[in-house]
């Protein structure tokens, strides 16, 4: 099995919780990002300080907390948020605060992926299945109806000639 194989096992397998984390992440952006983004510049307009430039400016963080807590645009109203975050003073730091969090969020899908691949072409499958014959080959040998059961399906009769014993082989619990 090659690796695109396993690679789309993997997503099939994982394919619910993948969209459960794009309906977070899309939260995450409503909530989180649109208030910070809004805030952000907000503070920078009213305390005339570029945040990259001066991180560490007293009036440019009291504005900042003023506004991520107490505005319009904080956090309590995050979609006066995102409506402020499509003006054209906003938009830029909006759309930087987007492709931030879209790329750690990948980051963590990715690692998500990579950890529900397959470690080999048998894992997931059913063991024990009648997979292995075809056409009711197997009932040549087996019973559809009763006996020992085998697999679903599929049991060994008790009243046929020759060997009838039976190897389980399985995980033993202890605890």
Avoid at 60 to 69: V, Y
Wanted: glycine fraction near 6%; include cysteine; charged fraction near 20%.
């Amino acid at each position: 099995m090659g690796f695109l194989e396993r690679l789309k096992r993997a997503i099939r397998k994982i394919k619910n919780k993948l969209i459960v984390y794009a309906i977070l992440v899309v939260v995450i952006i409503i909530i989180f990002i649109a208030p910070m983004t809004a805030s952000i510049k907000g503070a920078e307009l009213e305390a005339q300080i570029i945040f990259s430039q001066d991180p560490f400016s007293a009036a440019l963080w009291q504005a900042l907390f003023t506004n991520l807590f107490g505005s319009e645009v904080g956090i309590p109203n995050p979609f006066g948020a995102i409506k402020m975050c499509f003006q054209e003073e906003y938009i830029g730091t909006f759309w930087n605060g987007i492709k931030t969090t879209l790329l750690i969020a990948s980051i963590f899908a990715f690692i998500g992926i990579i950890k529900a691949i397959p470690k080999h072409e048998y894992e997931d499958i059913e063991n024990g299945s009648s997979d292995w014959s075809e056409n009711g080959e197997q009932y040549r040998v087996l019973s559809k109806n009763k006996g020992i059961v085998l697999a679903e399906k599929n049991y060994l009769p008790v009243d046929k000639r020759g060997n009838v014993n039976v190897l389980v082989v399985r995980r033993f619990w202890c605890w």
